[in-house]
C-alpha cells in the first residue's frame, strides 16, 4: 500500500515538474523569438512605388513634437513613411517638420495643430475630410498623445487633490481624443492599415498617485484588443496593438537614466520591430518586457508595497523640479 501511495505521489510531482518546466520554457521561447527571430512586416504598410513621394503610404502621429511621439516620426520617416506631425504649438511642429525635411528629404510633411482640451470633435472630423479631400490616405495611425501629467502640476498626485477639471483633461488627453481621431480616420484609411497605441506599464501593475492615468491606460489597452477584434470581424485589414511602455528618457523627462530606461528613438524603433507579431497587446523593448515579466510574478502585497514607497519618492522629486522650474521662470 506504501509502495503504491508512494508511486501515485512520484507520478503526480513529476507531472507537475514537467508541467511548470513547460511552462516556463514556453514562455523563453516566446520572449526569445519575439525580440530576436521576429522579423518586422512594417513594409507592408508602404506604397508599391516608395521612391515617389506623392504616392508613399501616410503616417499620422499625435504628440509629435517631443519625446516618443518625435521618435516614432523619425522612425517612421527613415522608413520611408510621409509624416503627419500633430501637436498643439504650432512653432514646435514646423521646427519638428523642418528637422525631418533636412535628414529625410524625400519624404512630405503635413501638420495637424490642435489642441486636445477643451474637446473638439468638428475640427478632427473636418481635419480628416481635408485630408480626404486632398487624395491623403493615411496608412499608420500613432496615438501616441498622453501623459500623467497636466501643464504646471506634478504627475504624482493623490486623487482628493485634483480638482474635476483636472480629471477631466486627464481623460481627453488620454482617452477621449485617442478615441475620437480613431473613429474619425477608420473609414477613411488606406488598407493593410495600422494603429498602435502608446500605453504604460500602470496598466498592468499598481499606479498609486496615479489612479486616473492608470485607469486611462488600462482603457487603451483593452480597448486596442477590442478594436482589433471588431475590425476583424467587418472583415477590414487593420492590425491594432497596445504598446506597453516602461520609463522613457525624453528631453522632458533626462533625468530618467539606468539599465532599464530606453531613449525615445530606440522604444519607437523597438515597436516597428514587433509589428506583425500577432499580439494585441506587446511590450516593444526587451528590457522592458523581461522587467514587466518579473514585476508580475511578485507577490500582490509585495508589489503593492514597493509602489506605493516609489510613488511617494517620485512625488516629492516633482514637487522639487516644478519648484526650481518655477524659480528659473
Not at 481621431?181 to 477608420?186: C, H, K, P, Q, S
Request: include cysteine.
Amino acid at each position: 500500500m506504501a509502495s503504491s501511495s508512494e508511486s501515485t505521489l512520484t507520478g503526480i510531482l513529476t507531472a507537475l515538474g514537467i508541467s511548470i518546466a513547460t511552462y516556463y520554457a514556453y514562455n523563453i521561447l516566446s520572449f526569445l523569438h519575439l525580440y530576436i527571430l521576429h522579423r518586422s512586416t512594417i513594409s507592408r504598410y508602404l506604397a508599391s512605388d516608395p521612391s515617389a513621394s506623392e504616392t508613399r503610404s501616410w503616417a499620422l502621429i499625435t504628440g509629435a513634437s517631443d519625446g516618443i511621439g518625435l521618435g516614432f516620426a523619425h522612425e517612421l520617416a527613415s522608413h520611408g513613411f510621409n509624416i503627419i506631425l500633430h501637436g498643439r504649438s504650432p512653432t514646435k511642429l514646423a521646427a519638428v517638420e523642418t528637422a525631418l525635411k533636412t535628414q529625410y528629404p524625400k519624404i512630405s510633411t503635413r501638420l495637424f495643430v490642435l489642441d486636445v482640451y477643451p474637446p473638439n470633435t468638428a475640427a478632427i472630423d473636418d481635419y480628416v475630410r481635408g485630408l480626404a479631400n486632398d487624395g491623403v490616405r493615411v496608412r499608420v495611425l500613432v496615438n501616441n498623445i498622453g501623459g500623467p501629467t497636466l501643464t504646471g502640476s506634478p504627475a504624482f498626485r493623490p486623487l482628493t487633490s485634483l480638482m474635476a477639471v483636472d480629471i477631466q483633461k486627464l481623460f481627453e488627453l488620454n482617452v477621449g481624443f485617442p478615441t475620437l481621431l480613431t473613429r474619425a480616420l477608420l473609414p477613411a484609411m488606406r488598407e493593410p492599415a495600422l494603429v498602435l497605441n502608446i500605453g504604460s506599464f500602470v496598466a498592468r501593475v499598481p499606479g498609486p498617485l496615479l489612479s486616473v492615468y492608470a485607469g486611462c491606460k488600462a482603457f487603451n489597452m483593452s480597448w486596442s484588443r477590442s478594436l482589433g477584434v471588431e475590425l476583424r470581424a467587418e472583415g477590414r485589414q487593420v492590425e491594432v496593438i497596445g504598446l506597453l511602455v516602461g520609463e522613457v528618457q525624453s528631453s522632458q523627462h533626462r533625468e530618467l537614466k539606468g539599465p532599464l530606461v530606453c531613449t525615445s528613438r530606440v522604444l519607437a524603433r523597438s515597436a516597428l520591430n514587433r509589428i506583425g507579431c500577432g499580439k494585441h497587446t506587446v511590450v516593444p523593448w526587451w528590457r522592458h518586457a523581461a522587467t514587466l515579466a518579473l514585476v508580475e510574478h511578485l507577490p500582490d502585497a509585495l508589489l503593492d508595497r514597493i509602489m506605493a514607497g516609489s510613488s511617494t519618492t517620485r512625488m516629492e522629486k516633482d514637487k522639487r523640479l516644478l519648484e526650481i522650474q518655477k524659480r528659473r521662470l
